[in-house]
């Protein structure tokens, strides 16, 4: 289960910092868009570690996680090599990037921590017509 809390804590951290640097200009965004970089690699580490102990379908949503985070990765890149014209509809595609990476974690986590529920017994057969 503290898989689950860390993943999670580190997704929103991610999200937060993506946010606070999309509203800051390139300049003041550089230093977040490093921290960001380094809390994306951080999911990705505690992702990839659980990964293999997953169920099937939760194995899928943290797989999208990790694609998520990739992008990210590459879209902080880019900001950081971008001009500051280009910086801020950089900034916008790194705090989207951010939330996709979130909101998969937290998909996967849920479909983790789901009971599986058994399946519905069959129904009776149908009584014997006497007549």
Request: aromatic fraction near 4%.
């Amino acid at each position: 289960m503290d898989y689950f809390n860390r993943a999670m804590e580190q997704a929103k951290q991610l999200q937060q910092i993506a946010a606070d640097a999309a509203q800051k200009g390139i300049e003041q965004a550089t230093p977040l868009i490093q921290q960001g970089v380094a809390k994306a690699q951080e999911l990705q580490k505690t992702i990839v570690e659980q990964t293999p102990y997953l169920t099937a379908a939760a194995q899928e949503q943290a797989n999208a996680a990790l694609q998520h985070t990739s992008a990210f990765i590459a879209s902080s890149k880019t900001v950081l090599d971008a001009g500051t014209q280009q910086a801020q509809q950089h900034l916008t595609i790194f705090a989207d990037q951010a939330k996709k990476a979130a909101d998969a974690t937290l998909s996967a986590v849920q479909s983790a921590t789901q009971k599986q529920t058994p399946p519905a017994p069959p129904p009776p057969p149908d009584p014997p017509v006497v007549s």
